[in-house]
């Protein structure tokens, strides 16, 4: 039986991006370049090439208020909330609402008939503990990065789900998720004490936070 397909070049990748986004298809794009990930290949200057092609790509088809994800936009029916949708879409509802925010006029109380961004998770996490990196996809598109500022020296391997959510007064820190294990946890600089988990600055911290559900997978990587 043979293996899978050897990954394209990045520079034949890089080329078939630059026709998809001609076309303006921006989320075939974005997945082709997800792809060069794997690459075990790439030096340095090479992967500074592809994170900037990837945080561009991921800003215009994920987080910002263009349909790339789903062509069409969701319309909002009597009784729906961003809660209720945040549920069915498996996504905070700041999320939602920060995609949306200009079609938004009452965030307690949608307006029926209202056109919003679509993106249906929930995200994943990897965290590189060798590189102190976290690494957000959306099924298969890259979704963005954040630099550890610490990290636990016993961080197990493994995949772990965000079972819990605190947003204030965690002895741990801010914008606290939580899995079943101690050590597995994503959380802003503590205000005193040694942080357990992964502690990033707090504006990482934050959008960390309204990124990844309840659900959400952390794979952490030795």
Wanted: glycine share 6%; with cysteine.
């Amino acid at each position: 039986m043979s293996g899978s397909a050897p990954l394209p070049t990045l520079e034949s990748s890089l080329q078939t991006a630059r026709q998809f986004v001609a076309a303006g298809q921006m989320r075939q794009a974005l997945a082709e370049l997800s792809s060069q990930l794997l690459n075990p290949e790439l030096e340095m200057p090479d992967q500074t090439t592809l994170y900037k092609w990837l945080d561009s790509l991921a800003g215009k088809v994920i987080y910002s208020g263009e349909h790339h994800l789903v062509t069409q936009p969701h319309i909002v029916q009597p009784n729906e909330t961003l809660t209720s949708l945040a549920e069915a879409w498996r996504v905070p509802p700041e999320l939602i609402y920060n995609l949306n925010r200009e079609r938004i006029a009452n965030p307690f109380e949608l307006a029926a008939g209202t056109e919003l961004k679509k993106v249906s998770g929930p995200f994943r996490a990897e965290l590189d503990v060798n590189r102190q990196l976290l690494t957000l996809y959306l099924d298969e598109l890259y979704a963005g990065r954040f630099r550890c500022v610490s990290l636990s020296a016993n961080l197990p391997a493994g995949v772990w789900k965000i079972e819990n959510k605190v947003e204030n007064k965690h002895p741990a820190g801010q914008f606290l998720l939580q899995t079943k294990h101690p050590e597995v946890s994503l959380h802003g600089q503590p205000a005193d004490g040694a942080p357990v988990g992964c502690c990033f600055a707090q504006d990482d911290a934050k959008d960390l936070f309204w990124i990844l559900s309840v659900g959400s997978e952390i794979k952490v990587i030795r």
